[in-house]
C-alpha cells in the first residue's frame, strides 16, 4: 500500500496581531518545530487518525465524516478532507499519524501545522497537485469551516511559505508574500505564560466581531482602508471601545511596514522598539494581553541584549516572542526562565527558534 509522509512547521508572529483577518499586514515566521503526519491508503474506505502527541486514536468511514465534539482534535485533519472533497479531489481512505514537537495550544499555530501536514500527505497519496497559495488557502477554509475558528490566512500562508533564516510578509489583502532575510545577528526566543490560549473560546471571534463593526461605522470595507492617523481624524461618532481596537489594527499596519524596512537594513533595535510597541497596544488598546504575558515580556525586556518582545497569535494567554542579540540569546533564554518561574512559579520554557523552511 502506498505510504508518504509530510512535515509541517509551526509559526511565530513577529508583528502584525489581528491584522490578517483585516486584509492588513503581517510579519511572521516559520519555525524549527513542527509536525510529521506519516501515512497509508486503505482499500476499505475508512479513515485512521492517531496522534502520538495526544496519545489518541480515532476510526471512521470516509463517507461518515463530520465534526466531532468528543475529540475535537480530529476536526483539524477532517476538515482538511472535507475541502479535498468540496474541491472535487476523489480520496481514498487512509492512515494518519501525527508525531512531533510543536506543543498544541502554546500559539505556536499546532493547529495550522496539523492542517497543512494532512493536505500535503493527503496530496501526496493521491497524486494531487495544489499550488502553494491554494494550499494555504484551503487549509484556511478547513479552519473556518469545520473546525469553526474564524482565523485569517496567517498561520497557514507561514506554514507554507516560511523559509530558513527570512521572515514572511503577507499582504492579507492582495494575498502578496515575500520573504525579508532576518540578520543573523539577531535571534529569537519563544517563551510560554504558562497558559495555553483558546481561540474557538470567544473572545477571538468578538475581536473580529468588533473590528469589523468598527470598519462599517467607518463606513470601509476592511480596516485596512483607514490609517492611525484617519482614524484619530475620523470624524465619524466610533464607540470609544470600537476606537480601540481599530487603533490596535491600523497601528499594528503601519508598525509591519516600517518592521519591513527596518529588516531590510538589519536595524534591530528598530525592529524591537516595534514589537514593544505592538505588545503595549494588546494590553491597552485589544486587550487580548494577560497578567503573566505583561510580565512575562517585561521581565523579558529587562535582559541583557533584548530588544524587544511581546505576545505572539491570537493573545488571551499563549507564547510571546523576544527578539534579542544573538551572541546573548543562550544567556537570556536562561535568565528567563529563571525570572518568571521566581515570580510565577510557572514554567515558561523559553527556547530559541530559528526561522525555518515551510511545509515539505
Ligand atoms: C491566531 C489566528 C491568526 C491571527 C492571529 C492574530 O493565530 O489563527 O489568523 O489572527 O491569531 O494575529
Known sequence: MKTATAYAPGRVELLGNHTDYNQ????AAAIDRGLTAHGTLRTD???VLSSQILGRRHELLLADIAPSTEAPWVNYPLGVVNELIAAGHRLQGFELELSGDLPMGGGLSSSAAVEVATALLLMKLHDLHIPPLALAKLCHRAENVFVGVPS???????????????AVFLDC???AIQTVPLPPEFALIIASSGAA???????????????LAAAQALGVSSLREVSSAGLENASVSLDLLLRRRAAHVTGENERVATAVQALRRSDGAALGALMNASHESSRVNFENSTPLLD??????RALPGVLGARLTGGGFGGSAIVLVQAELATAAAEQLAVSFRCETGL????????ASDGAR
Open 347 to 354: 514554567d515558561a520554557t523559553p527556547f530559541i527558534t530559528r
Open 24 to 27: 492588513g499586514l503581517v510579519l
Open 173 to 175: 489583502q492582495n494575498e
Open 197 to 211: 490560549h483558546a481561540l474557538v473560546a470567544g473572545e477571538y471571534s468578538t475581536r473580529r466581531e468588533q473590528c
Open 45 to 47: 474506505g475508512r479513515v
Open 152 to 166: 485569517g490566512l496567517l498561520d497557514q500562508a507561514t506554514c507554507v511559505f516560511g523559509r530558513a533564516d527570512h
Open 295 to 300: 510580565r512575562l515580556t517585561e521581565l523579558a
